[in-house]
Each structure stands twice: as structure tokens, then as C-alpha cells.
């Protein structure tokens, strides 16, 4: 302990330090301000205070001006602080730990509150035929883009990530992605940024679109809800419209929400096999090097058939359809998912570098925007059938 408490953090001297020159410490005062010493110290602290503060800023924001939804603003401040001179060096620097924690952990926080917006009674009172075309907007969209990054030789698991943004849920369901494919958080920045990029110009581009397209109040509210990302994107857009729309468009998003499980659940059985095999086709490989004298490596890992915030997705999703839980709980629950899912996308946000994402993610960009138009015609032919 004694060593901790002497080792800065940074430049700044520890906690306890701040006395008279020459004073010693007591020994009680490390026990009497050990939590508050431990608590300065932590690295992430001050990423966490800007995310905090970022949050504040972007709930601001969207209270003024309410065609911005409040997650879509909380990653523009974080591109914008990440690229701004001055700030952009303090991101990543001394804030980064605590921007890092923000876009994986309140990510997945966020991901299991998600569920309690969804009731299986609102799913199943759309019918069979309506929730069998909202399933197949989302596997054809899924796989159509998917096969595009593949064509696009788009790197490491940009496809399959681009593929759930864009299908199910946008960002959240990038973070539910890779959280199976084992993607470090840098690599969700450029599929978050193009997920949150579309879904924002769907705010001005689908309604007016809606005149040309012959739609009713109802048939938009269908298919925004069957084509845009984000739930606060598909409210921003749908409401231009008037409540029959913001309706009908709440509870096709939302019924794509509920795909997220079994699409990340059948990512892990591909990945799990993948793995399997990679792991036998190398089996004869380490019996060679143990034969020459090498040591035994340990025991392969594969990602979990649900990952345990998927679970914790599930789980919310029983508690809302039992009915169970008191009006005031899901209000605030609801509060609380818009708090941590702004707080990460900030995170994200912060991670992304303008000028890197224009000069290498071009073809990254082609794919997005060739994914928004499949999902959106898809989702029309898909509201002319309803």
C-alpha cells in the first residue's frame, strides 16, 4: 500500500500529499482518506467526468432543439471533442481510460435496459404476416450487407458489424456484436459513426420522400420504423408525421430491437465453430511442437452462446411482458438506458479522427450508404405488403 500511495499518477502528486511542505502523512489519515485517495488516483475519473458533462450537454441540446435526438448529439460532441485543437490531445490523453470504460461497460448496461422497452404482447399483436416481414427486413438487410463489405474487402469485423447496425439497431447493436466477435472498441468507431451518420440523414431525407412515395400517416410511420437505426432517430423522424406515424414506427423499431438476441446468439454458434475448427486444424501442429519440446498451450476459449448482457437483454425484455414492474421503474429505467447509451456513444465518438476516417474508410462509407438504400427499399416493399 505504501508504494501505491507514493506513486503519482501523471504529474499530479497522490492524494494525501497536499499538507505543509515537510509535513509527514499520519498514518491514520491514508485509512481516514484512503477511499478518496484511491478515488483521485483513478485514471478514469476525468474521461468519466467529461462523458458526464458531455451527457449534460447533449440532453441540453435536444431539449432545445427537439428534431435532434439526444444520443445523435451526444456522438457528435464526441467526434467534435476528439478533433477539436487542444481538446482533441487531452482525449486521448489523460481521458481516455475513463472514454474507454464509458463505450464498452455503460454500452452493455444500456443494451440490457433496452429490453424493457420491448413487451412481446405489443410484438404478437402485429400478426403473423407483419412480424414475418419485419423478420425478413432484417435477415435480408443482415445479410445483404454483410456480403457488401465482404465484396468492399472492407477489414477485420467491419462487415459483420456495419451488417447489425444497420439490420437491427443501429449502435447498440454494434456493441451487442462485439461483444461476440471480441472487437476492441476502436474497431465499432467507423461502423458507429456511418450507423449514426445514415440514421441521422434519414431525419430529413424520409419525410420528404413521404409525399412522392404516396405514403399515408400509418405507411411512413411503418416504414421508418422498418428502415431507420436508432430508436431516438426513428422518433426524431417519424414524429414529423403525427402520433398514428411515431405509433406504428415505435413498434416495428422495436420488434427489430427483438432480433438482437437470436442474431448475436447465432454470430456466437458461427464464431464458436470457426474456432472449433481453427483449433483442430491446428491440433497437429502443437502435438509437433510438444514432441520437440514445447510446452503445452492452455485450453481454447469461445465466446458465449448468449453473452451475459444479451441475457440481461432477454430477462428485461420477460420482466416488461409480465407486467410486473411499476410505471415509475420503467420511466426511470428508460432515463437511465438514454444516460449510459449517450455516455458511450460520447466515448465512441471521441474515438473517432475525422481526417483518418475520410482518407481510409471510403470504402466503409460505399457500404453504408449502398446498406441504408437495400434497407430502405426493402422496408418499403416490405410496407406495401403490410
Known amino acids: 500500500m505504501t508504494q501505491d500511495v507514493a506513486t503519482p499518477v501523471g504529474s499530479s502528486k497522490p492524494a494525501g ?3 505543509p ?5 499520519p498514518a491514520g489519515a491514508d485509512k481516514k482518506h484512503g477511499f478518496l485517495s484511491r478515488g483521485l488516483r483513478n485514471k478514469r475519473l476525468p474521461g468519466l467526468a467529461l462523458a458526464a458533462a458531455a451527457v449534460a450537454l447533449a440532453w ?10 439526444f444520443l445523435t448529439v451526444a456522438v457528435i460532441l464526441g467526434i467534435l471533442a476528439a478533433n477539436l485543437p487542444g481538446i482533441g490531445t487531452a482525449v486521448e490523453g489523460v481521458m481516455q481510460p475513463g472514454l474507454v470504460l464509458a463505450a464498452k461497460r455503460f454500452m452493455r448496461l444500456g443494451i440490457v435496459l433496452l429490453g424493457l ?33 465482404k465484396a468492399f474487402r472492407l477489414p477485420g469485423d467491419q462487415p459483420i458489424l456495419l451488417a447489425a447496425g444497420f439490420s437491427i439497431c443501429g449502435a447498440s447493436a454494434i456493441g451487442a456484436m462485439s461483444g461476440v466477435t471480441k472487437t476492441d472498441h476502436r474497431g465499432t468507431v467507423v461502423p458507429i459513426a456511418l450507423v449514426t451518420l445514415c440514421g441521422t440523414l434519414a431525419i430529413a431525407v424520409l419525410p420528404a420522400l413521404k409525399g412522392p412515395l404516396g405514403l399515408d400517416e400509418v405507411q411512413f410511420g411503418h416504414w421508418v420504423g422498418a428502415s431507420v437505426h436508432d430508436v431516438g432517430q426513428v422518433v426524431a423522424t417519424a414524429q414529423t408525421a403525427g402520433t398514428a406515424a411515431l405509433a406504428g414506427a415505435l413498434i416495428i423499431k422495436l420488434t427489430r430491437v427483438l432480433m ?9 454458434l458461427v464464431q464458436r465453430y470457426r474456432s472449433r475448427s481453427r483449433n483442430r486444424s491446428q491440433q ?20 458465449p452462446l448468449i453473452p451475459l448482457f444479451v441475457a440481461g437483454f432477454m430477462a428485461m425484455i420477460v420482466l416488461r411482458t409480465l407486467g410486473i414492474l411499476p410505471h415509475a421503474v420503467l420511466e426511470g429505467a428508460a432515463i437511465a438506458q438514454d444516460l449510459l447509451l449517450a455516455a458511450a456513444l460520447f466515448g465512441l465518438g471521441a474515438s473517432v479522427q475525422i481526417r483518418s476516417l475520410l482518407h481510409t474508410s471510403g470504402r466503409a462509407i460505399t457500404v453504408a450508404m449502398l446498406s441504408w438504400a437495400l434497407i430502405g427499399v426493402l422496408a418499403y416493399v416490405g410496407v406495401q405488403l403490410i
Do not use: C, N, R, Y
Request: net charge negative.
Open 21 to 25: 511542505v515537510g509535513s509527514g502523512t
Open 117 to 149: 422497452k420491448l413487451s412481446l404482447i405489443d410484438v404478437a399483436a402485429l400478426g403473423w404476416a407483419t412480424l414475418g416481414i419485419v423478420v425478413g427486413i432484417v435477415l435480408l438487410t443482415f445479410v445483404g450487407t454483410l456480403l457488401l463489405g
Open 284 to 303: 497437429g501442429e502443437s502435438q509437433l511442437s510438444q514432441a520437440a519440446g514445447g510446452t503445452e498451450e492452455g485450453k481454447p476459449t469461445f465466446p
Open 60 to 69: 441540453l441540446v435536444h431539449a432545445a432543439v427537439p428534431v435532434l435526438p
Open 260 to 268: 438482437l438476441a437470436p442474431m448475436v446468439t447465432g454470430a456466437a
Open 17 to 19: 500529499s497536499g499538507g
